[in-house]
């Protein structure tokens, strides 16, 4: 991969699930592998969650954001999260599908993005409990009390706080 460079440091936040295989072993070895990438440094984690399929079947699925500062510009990262989740054995074969490894750019700083291959903000976390939840404990600010208030009916459990990365 061929790392495009953004000047300054830029704070994103990023979506992790998984409800196939060893979940949450799938999720520490995606952070770790985050936080590896060249020019990006781990700053925060949320607790992880469970919560049920939304417009899926399959197993529950193991949920967290996290808080990075990198210096990859949005796409790269992007192509850096496809080959993750590759690594860990993701396949595509229909939309929603369960999946071992599931990592969206949610926020990358104050951009708005539009391209065939990525949309931030991203365009479905409004609608989804286990993205609003997490992303609320690291960066309240960035979620409104009315959005937390509309997905209030799905089903979502926290399970572990924050340290469940050392695990």
Do not use: K
Request: with cysteine; proline share 7%.
């Amino acid at each position: 991969m061929q790392a495009s460079w953004a000047d300054d440091p830029t704070l994103a936040w990023i979506g992790l699930g998984a409800n196939l295989g060893e979940r949450d072993a799938a999720l520490r070895q995606a952070v770790r592998a985050i936080a590896a990438l060249p020019g990006t440094q781990m700053r925060r984690v949320s607790s992880l969650y469970r919560s049920a399929p939304v417009d899926a079947g399959g197993p529950d699925y193991l949920n967290a954001v996290l808080e990075i500062a990198t210096r990859l510009d949005a796409h790269a990262l992007l192509a850096a999260l496809q080959d993750i989740e590759h690594s860990a054995g993701r396949e595509r074969p229909y939309r929603n599908a369960p999946r071992t490894l599931d990592l969206d750019i949610l926020l990358y700083g104050e951009q708005c993005i539009t391209t065939l291959a990525l949309t931030v903000p991203h365009p479905r976390m409004h609608e989804r409990a286990f993205v609003l939840q997490p992303l609320a404990e690291l960066a309240p600010e960035r979620v409104p009390p009315e959005a937390l208030r509309a997905v209030a009916g799905q089903a979502i459990e926290r399970c572990q706080d924050g340290g469940w990365l050392a695990g």
